[in-house]
């Protein structure tokens, strides 16, 4: 545990470069009695003496003093680079920014957000990871997260959310599908045929409650995490998914064709955003990125990612 402050090591050093605790008084304009109250702090915790002290002539060093003055100009030199450092993260467009985003919006936002960032920012190092809802609740409050993008599902009080651009949900199905010629479907229409279910903490509600908000519970054919495998076994007549963000393309993975379908009766649709710890300090690269944030996804965005 510290036992002194650098305040205290600061008058010291002004006592011991004039010689004077008038004048160190003078100098870091601060009272007498204030550079004396901290030489003898300094010299109580550490139990050695620092100044002789002459009635009419001021202070001289002793010899133990004489090396303290040394430690103390090199401890003060360092918290001055520790200050300045800290100061160009917070100023600067620089470093390392460590974001997080929901698992499946990953692979339809992070890499030209990234590519985008970099480009106009080259010395920023992206760290970027993928996880569920409530695992980026968690890494951001660790520390682990700067900022997160995701949708405002469950966003609990201790994090705040920067809507970008509304969502609302949508079916995909095989183009062979007997609704696949249709522009929109009901839940009624949808529940009559086996059900996808993406199946992640927090997402499986959402998706759940589309049905429950109309007294419907649908056949659920299978819980898969990864929105990939949905897309595949939709495509080869498996059943039909929902999702927010709509890929650009209508193909899976495999090459199967898949047809969007529009849901009426108007579900609530996912906003997505940015999430972040509450009252947190953004530094320059932090703002940089919301900022990018707003003008690529808000802008280009905002009627589905599709």
């Keep these: ?22 004048l160190a008084s003078e100098r870091v304009h601060i009272s007498q009695p204030s550079i004396s109250s901290a030489v003898s702090t300094l010299e109580a915790e550490f139990g050695v003496q620092l100044f002789i002290r002459h009635h009419a002539q001021g202070l001289s060093l002793t010899p133990q003093g004489q090396r303290f003055l040394r430690e103390a100009k090199s401890l003060l030199l360092q918290a001055e680079e520790l200050t300045a450092a800290a100061t160009q993260l917070s100023t600067k467009v620089g470093g390392v920014l460590t ?55 469950d966003v609990p009080a201790d994090l705040e959310f920067t809507p970008l651009a509304t969502l609302p949900p949508f079916a995909f199905v095989s ?53 990939e495998v949905i897309r595949s076994l939709a495509a080869r007549g498996e059943g039909f998914g929902l999702a927010n963000a709509q890929p650009r393309n209508r193909s899976s993975l495999d090459g199967g064709k898949l047809a969007y379908l529009v849901l009426d009766g108007d579900p609530r649709p996912l906003m997505l955003g940015i999430l972040m710890v509450k009252n947190t300090r953004c530094t320059q690269t932090m703002d940089a990125f919301i900022a990018q944030c707003h003008e690529i996804i808000r802008d280009q965005w905002q009627a589905g990612l599709g």
């Design 175 to 227: 183009v062979r599908h007997p609704l696949a010629r249709r522009e929109r479907v009901t839940m009624e229409q949808l529940a009559a045929h086996p059900f996808l279910l993406l199946d992640l903490p927090i997402s499986r509600d959402y998706f759940l409650s589309l049905f429950h908000r109309v007294g419907l519970v649908p056949p659920i054919a299978g819980r898969f995490e990864h929105m």
């Design 1 to 22: 545990m510290m036992r002194f402050t650098l305040k205290q090591i600061e008058y010291f050093v002004a006592a011991a470069e004039t010689g004077s605790i008038t």
């Design 99 to 153: 974001l997080g985003c929901l698992t499946t919006l990953y692979p339809l936002v992070i890499p030209e957000m990234i590519q985008a960032f970099k480009a106009r920012h080259r010395a920023v190092r992206i760290e970027a990871i993928a996880g569920d809802q409530a695992g980026l609740f968690e890494q951001l409050r660790t520390g682990r997260l700067s900022l997160a993008l995701s949708y405002d599902m």
